[in-house]
Every structure is written in C-alpha cells, then in structure tokens.
C-alpha cells in the first residue's frame, strides 16, 4: 500500500492492505524512540488512515546477502528494535497498538507461494 494507485489496485484484487505505509525507519537511529516517532509522525501526515505499515528489513545477514543488497548490518539493529521488550508499551503510551494485516484489514491471509523470485523460500 505504498500509494493510493497500489493500494486500490490490491485492494480491487481482493489483497488486504494497511491505509498507508510508511518508508522513514531505515538506517541513522533504529530504536524504538526512533520508530514510535516514525510512526506519530505518520499519524499526523494520514490522518484519515485506521492503519499504517511500516515498511522495515529486519532480519540476520551474512556475507551472501552482501551479494544481493547494501543493507545489511541494519537488518540486525532493525530486528533488535522490533523485538525489544518496552517497544509495545512505548507505542501504547503513544497510542498505538501493534497487529497483523489481517486483523487491521478483517481479512483473512492470503496464502504465498511456497517459492518466489530466485527460489528463496517465503516465510
């Protein structure tokens, strides 16, 4: 749902998204000061939307992701900070609460593929 245009298109396909995604938390400051920021500022900027995305890496890396991308040591900072245990109580005491797709959107999953692209496996 990273624009209006995408957003009707998955949504006309029976695709649930959020109202709007947000693309500010990469690199510089990844902690959950930095992310509950990101997101009360999205607030402000969709007022209208029930639900923002955020859009994130995070994750492991090793030296075959290298091949593929430039983010890599982030990925780790970014997973530390969505796993941190005080993250949900910081976005509560700003008023916000953390869900699935699914649940923002009253639809149910869409099943992946088992394999997509080059033949990595979808989690």
Not at 59 to 81: H, N, P, Q
């Amino acid at each position: 749902s990273v624009d209006p245009v995408v957003r009707a298109t998955l949504r006309e396909a029976g695709v649930p998204c959020a109202d709007a995604t947000l693309t500010d938390w990469y690199g510089g400051e990844l902690s959950a000061a930095s992310l509950v920021r990101v997101i009360t500022e999205g607030a402000r900027e969709y007022p209208e939307a029930e639900s923002l995305e955020l859009m994130c890496h995070s994750g492991f890396f090793d030296s075959d992701l290298k091949l593929y991308s430039r983010y890599t040591a982030d990925r780790e900072l970014e997973l530390a900070t969505l796993c941190d245990p005080t993250l949900q109580d910081k976005l509560a005491a700003a008023g916000f609460i953390l869900t699935s797709v699914h649940v923002a959107t009253a639809q149910p999953p869409v099943p992946l593929p088992k394999h997509r692209g080059n033949g990595l496996p979808v989690a």
